[in-house]
Each structure stands twice: as structure tokens, then as C-alpha cells.
């Protein structure tokens, strides 16, 4: 009787450690949804020799986060342009880091 207790613990224990692996016993996480409506944002007309990276240098000293995410964040704010089709003259939309 008490080999079969054992047994029947150890079968529990077993199946507890496979559960806990293949399925998991903690909720999955779920993605933080970013608002973009609450992004804040200036108006910044270009001048000659201006870059998107040197208008956000010149605004906050030294770049704030990497350049692949203020590309994506200024095509986003600009109906897709690239940084790198701005035009002298025009105004563009630069995020507020």
C-alpha cells in the first residue's frame, strides 16, 4: 500500500511539472497599447542644410533615442515621408522626446 502512494505521488508530481511546462500556470502577457493620441509633437519649418537628425539635435541637445526610431516616428507624423525627402521651406511634424 504505501509503494502505491508513492507511486500515485510521484505520478502527480509528474504531471504537475509537464502542465507547468507545455501549458504554464502564469497569464500570458498581454501588449501594453500605446495611445498615439496623447504624442506630443512640434511644427518645424526646414532651412538649408537641415537634417531631421540635426533639427532634433538642435531641439534636444543630444539624440533622446535610437535614429531608426525617429525615422519610424517621423514618417508616422508625416504621412509616411522618409527624413530623407524633405524639402527646404516646407514645415514638418518632429516628435517631442
Known sequence: MKKLLI???????????????????????TPAV?????????????EPGDTVISLIEEKEGTLPVPIEQIIKDFSSL?????????KIGQTYKLKDY
Open 7 to 29: 507511486f500515485l505521488g510521484c505520478c502527480i508530481v509528474i504531471y504537475s511539472v509537464y502542465y507547468d511546462l507545455t501549458y504554464g500556470t502564469l497569464p500570458k502577457a
Open 34 to 46: 500605446v495611445d498615439k493620441t496623447n504624442e506630443t509633437y512640434y511644427n518645424i519649418k526646414v
Open 78 to 86: 508625416n504621412n509616411g515621408l522618409k527624413p530623407e525627402e524633405i
